[in-house]
């Protein structure tokens, strides 16, 4: 971020009110005035929940036609990014990564002082950790977020947001992060929400992966993918992966897997099918290699007589380097 002294020197909101007597009208019943940076769809998205709950909205968009839509619906539009952050107590920001929020909040600096930002856009948790870093020494506070619906969810119930960072500017804005969707505070650790996206992410991508897999290999003999899904969505996944998997997540943090009920060892062998299988039916092998793979390091570091959620010591740790 650079140094903008002449954006710094208007801190009222667009209506004249300072900062702080904005946050005490807020408090007796108004809603607070919120900027909004970013208009691509998921911005739209929150500008339109916001103006749903109330909340005086100021918008700024480096391509100035996507902010129609907002305007048009009581959304002042800001001619720059400063004006858009001096206009309100929090700044909501939601670009594609981290260096795009440097970039544009560049231009900004001054107006940054005494405000909070909340950063939408996805990246690492050593990029939120140095955001926290650049917000500070600009004099705004800083929470890290990653939202966790698609655009038609956000401010409807339901709709998870993700924050982490100091408590307490999530606590002073939480009317506004409530109008966004379902706010959750992870922890002060700003790097703690996108590291949670990140996760939920593989999660997501890997069961679709499976399923995709499966319906492929049952394909493979003229199995239709709709006539599959009754049986596996509308069967396996909720019934036999249901909420009692969650039942053994203690487990992994205590490093505890007994294999009274099966073992690694068996389920490296239904694991070795499936890969066989795979190839029979001439199907992509990858996927199933590579479980094979990780479940054989499992049983190679002594985890054969354990169960299969012993392959989570191989998953915590790097693979080692040749």
Same mark, same amino acid.
């Given at each position: ?11 009222? %909101? ?27 769809? &998921? ?28 305007? %048009? ?17 929090? !700044? ?27 950063? /939408?856009?996805? $990246? ?14 600009? $004099?705004?506070?800083?929470?890290? $977020?990653?939202? &966790? ?15 982490? $960072? ?37 999660? &997501? ?11 492929? /290999?049952?394909?493979? =003999?003229?199995? !239709?993918? =709709? ?35 099966? !073992?690694?060892?068996?389920n490296l062998n239904a694991l070795e099918h499936i890969a066989r ?46």
């Amino acid at each position: 971020m650079t140094t903008n002294n002449t954006a710094g020197q208007d801190s009222t %909101a667009h209506d004249g009110r300072t900062q702080g007597t904005t946050e005490r009208d807020a408090a007796a019943g108004e809603r607070a005035p919120v900027a909004l940076v970013g208009l691509g769809p &998921m911005g739209v998205a929150l500008g339109e929940a916001l103006l749903r709950r109330g909340h005086p909205l100021t918008v700024w968009n480096r391509t100035p036609g996507r902010a129609g839509a907002l305007v %048009a619906r009581g959304a002042r539009p800001a001619r720059t990014v400063a004006e858009a952050v001096a206009a309100a107590p929090v !700044t909501v920001v939601c670009l594609k990564d981290y260096a795009t929020t440097h970039e544009v909040l560049g231009a900004a600096d001054g107006a940054l002082r005494g405000r909070t930002l909340v950063n /939408l856009a996805s $990246g690492t948790p050593a990029e939120a950790r140095e955001a926290v870093d650049r917000a500070a020494a600009h $004099g705004a506070e800083y929470l890290d $977020g990653a939202i &966790m619906v698609p655009p038609p969810l956000v401010g409807q119930p339901g709709a998870v947001f993700l924050y982490s $960072g100091a408590q307490e500017p999530f606590d002073r804005h939480r009317a506004v992060l409530e109008s966004m969707g379902d706010p959750r505070h992870l922890g002060a650790d700003p790097g703690l929400a996108v590291l949670y996206n990140t996760a939920l992410l593989e999660m &997501m991508y890997t069961t679709m992966n499976g399923f995709l897999h499966a319906a492929a /290999l049952v394909g493979s =003999a003229g199995v !239709t993918a =709709a006539r599959f899904s009754e049986l596996a969505l509308g069967w396996f996944m909720p019934v036999i992966l249901d909420a009692s998997f969650a039942q053994q997540a203690p487990a992994l943090d205590l490093g505890h897997y007994p294999g009274d009920e099966g !073992t690694l060892e068996m389920n490296l062998n239904a694991l070795e099918h499936i890969a066989r299988t795979s190839e029979e039916q001439g199907v992509h092998t990858a996927q199933p290699r590579l479980l094979v793979e990780i479940a054989e390091a499992a049983v190679a570091r002594g985890h054969g007589a354990d169960n299969y959620l012993a392959v989570f010591e191989v998953l915590r740790r790097a693979a080692p380097t040749a």
